[in-house]
């Protein structure tokens, strides 16, 4: 038996990605295309982030990682519910309400806001039913609903936590260069980081620890990796701030 949905309440997943070939922090967006039945053109055509009705059965956060993996195939990933949008207006938009009124959706919807932090090539992109494509946080395409609000506040979210969680590691491989950690910090704080400075204070961190290797496949000298220690962390770094560029 399919499940029932709550008819006015749905969850979206602002997903984000770093790519460490662009040093960019990125969004995940899906595709929205609607046609005229009789004529063939197109009513809709644009991006949205990818969200669901939550099932009568469901919590949000199992809506939230059901429709993350129905997009990406992957779940067990860091998620952080950040907030709720109500605001009676914002499915009120021309195109919003021809596309809402052929799925059938209610055009008084609450959404609950998520966001999701991988690293691009995690997401395997080809053939997705969805169209889903990635694009970097400052060159977005046109959004419909309120969406665009949505990533903004979530961006906001995310480089707010990153001063003081560790959360930007869920972006990086388990081993990782200092630079590596600079350019994920450089992309999400969306500020230049002094390299001198920032490695001197990331070396000293206790939970950064320094591996006995080094890159492999590189062309130029290869640099010394480390892993973050969560446990080490948790035990020491817990009530203070992460990190102070």
């Not at 967006?29 to 990818?50: A, C, G, P, S, Y």
């Not at 980081?193 to 206790?206: E, G, H, Q, V």
């Not at 590189?218 to 009530?239: A, G, H, Q, R, W």
Request: proline share 3%; aromatic share 12%; net charge positive.
């Amino acid at each position: 038996m399919t499940p029932k949905i709550i008819p006015n309440v749905s969850v979206d997943c602002v997903v984000f990605g770093f790519d460490a070939t662009t040093k960019s922090l990125n969004v995940l967006l899906i595709q929205r295309q609607l046609k005229d039945e009789d004529t063939n053109e197109l009513l809709v055509n644009d991006f949205v982030l990818t969200g669901y009705h939550v099932y009568e059965n469901e919590k949000l956060d199992e809506t939230a990682t059901r429709v993350l993996k129905e997009l990406t195939g992957l779940d067990n990933l860091y998620k952080k519910q950040f907030k709720s949008f109500g605001s009676p207006t914002r499915l009120m938009n021309e195109k919003d309400i021809i596309w809402a009124k052929n799925k059938k959706f209610n055009l008084r919807t609450i959404t609950v806001a998520y966001y999701f932090l991988l690293q691009t090539y995690e997401v395997n992109l080809k053939d997705n039913k969805y169209n889903a494509q990635w694009f970097p946080i400052h060159n977005l395409p046109e959004l419909g609903f309120d969406h665009l609000e949505i990533i903004n506040q979530a961006y906001e979210d995310l480089k707010t936590k990153a001063m003081y969680k560790p959360i930007v590691f869920e972006m990086l491989p388990d081993k990782f260069t200092i630079n590596e950690l600079q350019d994920i910090f450089e992309s999400v704080l969306d500020v230049k980081i002094d390299n001198r400075n920032f490695r001197r204070k990331m070396i000293a961190k206790k939970y950064l620890v320094a591996l006995d290797e080094k890159q492999i496949g590189v062309t130029k000298k290869p640099s010394k990796l480390y892993m973050f220690s969560k446990d080490v962390y948790e035990k020491m770094y817990k009530n203070n701030s992460f990190i102070n560029i």
